[in-house]
């Protein structure tokens, strides 16, 4: 796998030519998301019998798309489960990836008849759910608290 970093010029890499060069370190300015965590911070609950919440938050692309998967995968296949809250509110950057994630989530718990609900918080995921249109195709709530409230019911 090739690695470089973006936003240096090509004159300033070693020997003034294309370079292969390390991946970041926790030292590296940071040149991509300003302001963002690269980190994906995950936690799970359970508030009430049949309930889980997932919440998620930092960068959901393509490189941290399976370990979330595998995740909400697992907590889909508990055998008491009736609704699942995914509460993406402190997500700060969303690829095509996390939609193509929160299609198959939500493929996968209609097959199960368990109830999804999304939390998308008011950044980087509802601006990406507005854009593609798919905001209608999820039951979303504002808060984790009023989704978890509905699902006990």
Known sequence: MIVSRSGIPPAAWPGGRHAIVTPRT????????????????????????????????GEVDLSTVPRLAELIRQRLTAAALRSVVLDLSEVTFASSAAVELLLHVQRRAEHRGIRLFVVP?????????????????????????????????
């Open 26 to 57: 926790a030292d590296d300015a940071l040149t991509g998301h300003a302001g963002s965590s690269r980190t994906l911070r995950l936690a799970v609950e359970w508030p009430a019998c049949g309930v889980v919440v997932v919440r998620i938050g």
């Open 121 to 153: 918080g008011e950044g980087a995921l509802l601006r990406l759910l507005t854009i593609t249109q798919l905001r209608e195709q999820f039951v979303c709530r504002a808060t984790a608290a009023e989704a978890v409230a509905e699902a006990r019911r």
